[in-house]
C-alpha cells in the first residue's frame, strides 16, 4: 500500500524539485544549482519519506523522474551551467541519463551527488567512472560524516568534495570546526590534485568570510538562498 502510494505521487507528479544555488565563495556568482526532491501533498520531509522509499526498492523509479524533470527544467534556464541530482542507487541510471542526452541533455549539465547511503562496490564504481567519463562531474556529499570519508575519496575520482554543514556552521569562531575545513579544504588543493570544495550549510556573512579566506571554491546555504521551485 504504501509503495502504491509513492508510484502514484511520482506517475501523478506528487512530487516537485527545489533547487538551492551553489555560489563562488569570491564573487556570490551563482555557478550552479543543488536539485532536491520535495512532497508538496504530504507531511512527510524528504528525510523520512527517502529512506522510505530507498527501503521499497523505489530509487531507480526517483532517479528516472528527477532525471526526466531536471532535463526539463533545464531547457527553460539555458543560462543554468549545471544542475547536481543526488545518487543513493545506480539500478537503470546510465540508461536514464544516456535518454535524456540522446534528446539533447549536454551531459556536463548534469552533476551526479553520491551520497552517503550509496555503496560502492567495484560495480559501482565502474559505473560512476563511465559517467564521469561521458561528462558529469562527481560530487561526494557530506564529506566528514559516516562513510563518505577518505575511504570515498581513494576509491572514486570525484571533481568536487562537500563539506557536510555540521562542520561549516559556525566556523569562524569555532578552532576545531576551523581544523576540519582546512583539512578538507588541503585535500582538494592538494600538490597534482584540483577538486572544488564545497561548503554547504553557510548562513552568515562571517562563516563565508573565514571559508573564503581559508580557500573553500564554492558554498551552498541560508545566506545565498533557500530551495525553491523553479520560477518562470
Known sequence: MLRQLYLDALHG????????????????????????????GSQLGPAE??????????????????????AKDLDRVPWWEWVAINISDLAG?????????A???????LRLEVVESLALD?????????????????EM???GTGWSGLDRLLALPVDALKVDLRFVQGVAGDPLKQAICRAAISLCHGKDIRIECIAE????????????????????????GMPGPLQG
Open 13 to 40: 507528479d506528487g512530487f516537485a524539485l527545489h533547487y538551492q544555488p551553489i555560489c563562488n565563495l569570491s564573487t556570490g556568482r551563482r555557478v550552479g544549482w543543488e536539485a532536491l526532491l520535495r512532497w508538496p
Open 49 to 70: 519519506f527517502l529512506p522510505q522509499m530507498q527501503a521499497l526498492g523505489l530509487m531507480p523509479e526517483v532517479n528516472r523522474w528527477v532525471i526526466n524533470r531536471v
Open 93 to 101: 541510471l546510465p540508461e536514464q541519463i544516456a535518454a535524456v542526452a
Open 103 to 109: 534528446a539533447g541533455l549536454p551531459r556536463e549539465r
Open 122 to 138: 567495484g560495480e559501482a564504481i565502474a559505473t560512476l567512472i563511465q559517467l564521469r567519463g561521458e561528462g558529469h562531474a562527481l
Open 141 to 143: 556529499d557530506d564529506f
Open 201 to 224: 550549510g553557510i548562513e552568515c556573512a562571517k562563516d563565508r568570510g573565514w571559508l573564503l579566506q581559508a580557500g573553500c571554491d564554492l558554498g551552498q546555504g541560508a545566506l545565498f
